[in-house]
């Protein structure tokens, strides 16, 4: 187990990081957004008509309300949790998956790994997105943001693979790993009890970023009508305001908020990763 002073070390290192800094202030307020926006939301129900149509921005009503008299501003704070919360799950599928079959195909190697980078490459051909747009019109209009966040994580960890394969081989060649196998421990436990609690600090990063890949999934595929659109995420948001034609009314303040919330999370999230692949990656380190 490392000791406190080596966490403290690896903290500093992390916050130190200009770009990881910078990118965990600008999350920072989407997660407190997300945590409380349920709770401070003037109105509880966000599809419940409770004004005016079109009606800017104003102290009442402080986003405006859409075209259909809803508060945007209530619409906002449900969906930020609903969206992270999403893409949080569709995130761990693809990094568990990833990971373990990374593990697997770098350790050992020949058959099984011409299997699974046959599969690799097979998921890499074919954008996620529109796969996951075909599964929907096999199943029907009537899928859930449960499942579209399931199938995006079973068919976003390609990439994942191509990562921990290599990293996993080269683990495998060091001498540790021989001695392991004269202490007589079996490949599965080389493999896991061994290899992977080295990469471990890439795992955070690999999350990080399937993270980031399946909130702009989610947001598309809510876009495109897919999904329960009855809950408000960042996607049905701009679904519902596209169906309304909200640009040609220039009702800019339904769709630009959750527009920006979406870049805003994404430049955050890729600042995080970029700072702490710098640390964790010695080849990146200045």
Excluded: C
Excluded at 64 to 81: C, E
Excluded at 194 to 217: C, G, S
């Amino acid at each position: 187990m490392p000791e406190i002073s080596e966490i403290k070390s690896l903290f500093r290192s992390i916050f130190g990081d200009r770009s990881f800094l910078t990118g965990f202030i600008m999350f920072l307020p989407v997660i407190i957004l997300a945590i409380i926006g349920p709770i401070i939301a003037p109105y509880k129900h966000p599809d419940a008509v409770v004004g005016p149509p079109g009606v800017p921005p104003s102290s009442h009503y402080l986003l405006g309300t859409t075209l259909y008299g809803q508060d945007v501003w209530s619409q906002l704070l449900f969906a930020t949790p609903a969206t992270l919360i999403i893409a949080a799950m569709a995130g761990a599928i693809a990094t568990a998956i990833g990971i373990v079959l990374g593990v697997i195909a770098g350790y050992f190697g020949r058959t099984i790994n011409d299997i699974i980078n046959f599969f690799t490459n097979l998921f890499i051909a074919i954008p996620v997105t529109l796969f996951v747009m075909i599964l929907s019109i096999v199943i029907g209009p009537k899928i859930s943001n449960l499942l579209v966040a399931t199938l995006t994580g079973l068919f976003s960890w390609s990439w994942t693979v191509r990562a921990v394969d290599p990293m996993t081989r080269s683990i495998k060649a060091r001498d540790f790993i021989n001695v392991a196998r004269l202490n007589g421990s079996d490949s599965f436990e080389i493999a896991f009890g061994e290899i992977l609690p080295v990469i471990l600090p890439y795992v955070v990063i690999v999350y990080i970023i399937q993270f980031n890949a399946a909130i702009m999934t989610i947001v598309t595929l809510n876009l495109f009508g897919i999904g329960s659109l009855s809950i408000a995420t960042w996607g049905t948001m701009l679904y519902w305001s596209v169906i309304a034609t909200a640009f040609a009314y220039g009702i800019w303040w339904w769709y630009v908020p959750p527009g920006f919330l979406t870049a805003w999370t994404t430049l955050a999230l890729i600042l995080m990763v970029r700072g702490l692949n710098k640390i964790f990656n010695p080849r990146l380190r200045g």
